[in-house]
């Protein structure tokens, strides 16, 4: 590892190898999809060739209903990860999210890595920034540095409350934040949005947001990557190595945090992340309210690593299951997918 990596770089770095060759999928916590199926239309009444997945995010058109999600950034190898993904995302028409750009903030030398316009001109990216670092001295300052780094359509705070508390150098004040998250969203000339990291966004915080101002909300709900795990594998401390075992059942399932978000507040911009594998899991979070749905660990075997036509390939097999899943039930376009009365909770 570079000796000469900061602090945050660094645990970049460390970050990337655990998520890619670690187990730190959510035990015992299932994204919640596997509990609906879908009623078969025998006779859908439609050409497979005219299903359109074209849709509407944040009032922008978009040829698919797709975000790769916010995964990585801050050392030369994630520079590799995003330009191929941002490559991919421009050539099927995906929005992409960045990860976490403190690192670019505190070090003008990492910013290229999250600087990837150049290989997706018309695709709309989202910068990246941890709300709790709002409480340590970020402000709007550092918020617009983010969004001219990324030449952002967007800016996302994300919430991590669990991740800081297991992070041996974890950032855990989270009071008060939601009067500088209003500040931030009042004040940036992009729409700002919240996500979580894997462990879900209830209906009650979702509220508060949306009153504060927040314009997209990501539930990004457990099932998929558990931060957690991920950081159990980095602690020196045998302590809270131990302890993070206690919470393998932690977080709010994908499929939870969409339904309460969706029917508690009046967010009209919801992404559903979080343990997303396929289009039909896809298909499903777009009937239960998701207006977007993202992807993250799961597009990255290592295959596509190295290879943009890889990454592609995954990206359209996605797009594909989606069309499937939508032929299958006879819905030609995502209004049609999202009206439909054909997804049916599975009896426990």
């Given at each position: 590892m570079d000796e000469q990596q900061n602090p945050t770089e660094k645990r970049k770095t460390e970050h990337i190898d655990i998520a890619l060759?670690?187990?730190?999928?959510?035990?015992?916590?299932?994204?919640?999809?596997?509990?609906?199926?879908?009623?078969?239309?025998?006779?859908?009444?439609?050409?497979?060739?005219?299903?359109?997945?074209s849709t509407a995010f944040m009032k922008k058109s978009r040829r698919t209903p797709f975000l790769i999600s916010s995964m990585t950034g801050g050392t030369k190898r994630a520079y590799e990860i995003n330009r191929r993904l941002a490559l991919a995302a421009e050539k099927r028409g995906w929005s992409m999210g960045l990860g976490s750009m403190r690192a670019a903030v505190e070090n003008e030398d990492v910013a290229y890595t999250f600087n990837i316009r150049k290989y997706a001109p018309t695709v709309p990216i989202i910068?990246?920034?941890?709300?709790?670092?709002?409480?340590?001295?970020?402000?709007?300052?550092?918020?617009?540095?983010?969004?001219?780094?990324?030449?952002?359509?967007?800016?996302?705070?994300?919430?991590?409350?669990?991740?800081?508390?297991?992070?041996?150098?974890?950032?855990?004040?989270?009071?008060n934040l939601l009067p500088k998250i209003e500040e931030v969203a009042a004040h940036l000339?992009?729409?700002?949005?919240?996500?979580?990291?894997?462990?879900?966004?209830?209906?009650?915080?979702?509220?508060?947001l949306?009153?504060?101002?927040?314009?997209?909300?990501?539930?990004?709900?457990?099932?998929?990557?558990?931060?957690?795990?991920?950081?159990?594998?980095?602690?020196?401390?045998?302590?809270?190595?131990?302890?993070?075992?206690?919470?393998?059942?932690?977080?709010?399932?994908?499929?939870d945090a969409l339904i309460e978000v969706r029917k508690g507040t009046e967010f009209s911009n919801i992404v559903a992340s979080g343990g997303m594998k396929n289009g039909v899991d896809a298909a499903k979070a777009l009937v239960l309210g998701a207006d977007v749905v993202g992807f993250g660990r799961s597009?990255?075997?290592?295959?596509?690593?190295?290879?943009?036509?890889?990454?592609?390939?995954?990206?359209?097999?996605?797009e594909f299951e989606l069309r499937a899943a939508m032929f299958g039930i006879g819905a030609g376009s995502i209004p049609d997918l999202k009206a439909t009365n054909r997804l049916f909770k599975i009896k426990e």
């Open positions: 060759n670690k187990e730190v999928q959510s035990r015992n916590v299932t994204t919640g999809f596997e509990r609906y199926t879908f009623k078969h239309n025998a006779l859908p009444e439609i050409n497979f060739r005219d299903i359109d997945l910068a990246n920034l941890g709300a709790v670092q709002l409480n340590y001295g970020y402000g709007i300052k550092e918020c617009l540095r983010a969004v001219e780094i990324a030449e952002a359509d967007a800016l996302v705070l994300h919430l991590n409350s669990m991740q800081e508390a297991f992070q041996p150098e974890g950032d855990t004040n989270f009071s000339p992009v729409p700002v949005g919240v996500k979580e990291v894997g462990m879900g966004i209830d209906a009650e915080s979702a509220r508060k949306k009153n504060a101002g927040i314009r997209f909300i990501d539930v990004a709900g457990a099932g998929g990557t558990s931060w957690i795990q991920v950081e159990k594998y980095r602690s020196k401390n045998k302590m809270r190595e131990q302890a993070a075992e206690a919470f393998q059942q932690w977080g709010l399932s994908t499929a597009l990255l075997p290592a295959a596509a690593l190295e290879d943009e036509d890889a990454m592609v390939s995954r990206l359209e097999q996605i």
